[in-house]
């Protein structure tokens, strides 16, 4: 069973910065990517930033600049520096890990997401 966890979530001011963490737990074979996405109140959920095992990594257009996505020396856990943050930013951000439990076993699963509120 794997698990994904984040933290860093909170309350900031416009212009001001968050950093999220999120760790992977239990039986993994390997991760092949790593991502964060967030869903803002009446939105549908949608891509921040991903990074992928061979360090490929994707932003969103609207926080290319803003936001850095990286992993952890483990390949365990993935962060994302927020810097700039706009009301805009305001939603819950999930994490989220594609891989293999075992050889054959994959799996593609989400944290319980983390609470970002910017203000004007």
């Known amino acids: 069973q794997v698990q994904l966890v984040e933290s860093g979530g909170g309350y900031v001011q416009a212009a001001g910065s968050l950093y999220l963490t999120c760790e992977a737990s239990?039986?993994?074979?390997?991760?092949?990517?790593m991502g964060w996405y967030r869903q803002a109140a009446g939105n549908e959920r949608e891509l921040v930033a991903v990074?992928?095992?061979?360090?490929?990594?994707e932003y969103a257009d609207s926080v290319k600049g803003r936001f850095t996505i990286s992993r952890g020396d483990a390949q365990n856990t993935v962060y994302l520096q927020m810097n700039s943050l706009q009301p805009e930013d305001t939603g819950v951000y999930y994490c989220n890990a594609l891989g293999y439990q075992t050889s054959y076993e994959v799996f593609d699963l989400w944290g319980q997401g983390t609470q970002v509120t910017v203000s004007s």
């Open positions: 990074i992928k095992s061979g360090g490929r990594i």
């Open positions: 239990g039986s993994i074979f390997s991760i092949n990517a």
